[in-house]
């Protein structure tokens, strides 16, 4: 049984910084950072490799974010800096066989964490 459980959301100014964190149980598979703002579908936001740690970013967020997993504490951490009003959005992190951006490729979910940029 894999389960998610996503951490360190909250409220930042805009041009800060916030690294979210997704504890994940079980094999190790790919996992991606997801974001759905209100009324807005859910979108890619970047993945990683559970065996080469190859990773995939949404143009929005490169050169801005970075993902990187940490095996010991099997945590797949989203930092993501010079936050803008418009990353406002509940992330999600998913779990799924291979790297991809469509969410229905993601069979695993967690429950996500409320991201809120101020301008």
């Known amino acids: 049984q894999v389960q998610l459980v996503e951490s360190g959301g909250g409220l930042v100014q805009a041009g800060g910084s916030l690294r979210l964190s997704c504890a994940a149980s079980g094999r190790p598979f790919t996992v991606g950072w997801f974001r759905q703002a209100p009324g807005k579908e859910r979108e890619f936001v970047a993945a990683?490799?559970?065996?080469?740690?190859?990773?995939y970013y949404t143009d929005s967020v490169k050169g801005r974010s970075t993902i990187s997993r940490d095996n010991a504490k099997n945590l797949v951490n989203l930092q993501m800096n010079s936050l803008k009003p418009e990353d406002t959005a509940v992330y999600y992190c998913?779990?799924?066989?291979?790297?991809?951006?469509?969410?229905?490729?993601?069979?695993?979910w967690g429950q996500g964490t409320q991201v809120t940029v101020s301008s």
């Open positions: 990683i490799s559970g065996n080469t740690g190859i990773t």
């Open positions: 998913a779990a799924a066989t291979r790297i991809t951006v469509r969410p229905p490729d993601y069979s695993y």
